[in-house]
């Protein structure tokens, strides 16, 4: 089976920098998702990992580790509407379906 | 528009009452799946669907059934509803449930609460 870790709440600064981690355990490895939840809507899709090294997409990078099982998203030049539930997920096989984390609640303030 | 939709949107019943709630996709995606959300225990697989006529369970699919007799259409039947059914639910489906298929497509979810 797979379990995952990641914090339950962050809060941070409009315009400053924030880190969400996520640590997982897994029989296997299929790479590393994550997704982003406003309070009231569906979760979208933000950046999958399959190797180790950081991907950037706008103000949103992810990284992987996949030696110390461990991957975070990093959130750039912080903007109100960033304040959502982040969840990390990780598939154990191929075939198998992704598990999600328990998510992170970001809270930006002024 | 590509899109998942779920319905209803909200219902609240009671126990014992069956009820479906349906999910329908029409982006000719393979996979499948059903999800429930509760407050700090994040999104759990109820059942999910690799493709039709193909159904296995998630980690929490007591007091629920699916079914998938076609690839657009993935029902979640609650036979008899009781009050710990009491959640969000959100429907998901993907091009396929292997890797590397990660980007799952949400609907807007359905609040159901049982009395």
């Known amino acids: 089976g797979q379990s995952l870790e990641q914090p339950s709440e962050v809060t941070a600064v409009e315009g400053a920098i924030v880190q969400i981690n996520c640590t997982y355990q897994?029989?296997?490895?299929?790479?590393l998702s994550w997704y982003q939840q406003h309070d009231g809507g569906a979760p979208t899709f933000l950046s999958y990992?399959?190797?180790?090294g950081l991907e950037e997409t706008g103000r949103f990078s992810s990284f992987l580790s996949r030696s110390d099982s461990y991957g975070y998203l990093l959130l750039q030049e912080l903007q109100m509407k960033d304040s959502a539930s982040y969840f990390c997920?990780?598939?154990?096989?191929?075939?198998?379906?992704?598990?999600f984390g328990k998510g992170t609640r970001l809270s930006v303030i002024a | 528009e590509a899109q998942v939709t779920q319905n209803p949107r909200y219902l609240i019943t009671v126990t014992g009452k069956k009820l479906t709630v349906t999910c329908s996709q029409n982006?000719?995606?393979?996979?499948m799946s059903w999800y429930r959300q509760d407050p700090g225990l994040g999104l759990r697989q109820i059942y999910y669907?690799?493709?039709?006529?193909?159904?296995d369970k998630g980690d929490v699919p007591e007091g629920y059934k699916v079914s998938r007799k076609e690839k657009r259409n993935f029902p979640l039947i609650l036979e008899s509803p009781s009050p710990n059914q009491t959640s969000l639910y959100f429907c998901?489906?993907?091009?396929?449930?292997?890797?590397?298929?990660?980007?799952?497509?949400f609907g807007p979810g359905t609040r159901l609460t049982v009395l």
């Open positions: 998901a489906s993907s091009p396929s449930g292997r890797a590397p298929y990660n980007e799952q497509f």
């Open positions: 997920a990780v598939r154990d096989s191929g075939n198998t379906p992704l598990v």
């Open positions: 669907s690799m493709n039709v006529e193909v159904t």
């Open positions: 982006m000719n995606h393979e996979y």
């Open positions: 990992n399959a190797l180790d």
């Open positions: 897994t029989s296997g490895f299929y790479g």
